[in-house]
């Protein structure tokens, strides 16, 4: 069983092909982790100037988020500069008595330079193309460092995208120290604007979350943060 850990950082820059499949897991989680009705409030988080100048950390472009409480689940932030990841959230079950929490997810976002592909016939599809390429040849490999049986389960255009044109790799991996099966989804949120945009890198622990499905993967609280996404005027 894996406890508290915040695995990954990454920062990338970018190319193609495409697949699917879906996921199958059995979660140990007791309440309905997927309800609406279990959320309390959210937190809102503003990543723009202002928070480089409060943090130190530099913020490629200002965007926003959205971070769902629930009673029964902590959650943990985390200031990540090292190998341009800059913010990560942990969510976890605490421990009962002192003993080591179980983690449930988490999500990290880092720096990916999309060129704008102004110059080619059909941008959105060459941008769309230039990320499929970086999850599959870039992401992919470095999320699954270490760990057994990792596979690419799908590699589209992402559904109910939070913003238009993004691009997400959902892959599946076996890790043998916690005895562990995990689910990383990441996604390119590419900016309608400039080539800098951000990546987003979530883990899902499946032996705790039973994520087998679109419409789960899209009520993690993890996908309920990208749902939130926005970029800010800068």
Known sequence: MRHLTVPLALSLALTAPVLAQSTQATGSVTFDYFSDAALTVSDTYTFDNAFSEQYGV???VPFRIDVPRRDEVGVQTALMPE???FMGYTFFIPGPDGSP???LENLQFTNATIPVMADQPDPDAARAQAMAGLLENEVFPAVSAG???PEI???????NPPVPG????VARMYDAQ???TMLVRAMILPHPDQAES????SMINLDEVAANDLETLLATLSGRVLASFEYLAE
């Open 58 to 60: 530099e913020v490629p």
């Open 83 to 85: 190998g341009g990841a």
């Open 101 to 103: 929490a179980v983690f």
């Open 147 to 149: 760990f057994e049986r």
């Open 153 to 159: 389960l799908t590699l589209e255009l992402a559904p």
């Open 166 to 169: 993004a691009v997400h790799m």
């Open 178 to 180: 916690y005895d562990d």
């Open 198 to 201: 951000l990546l987003a890198v």
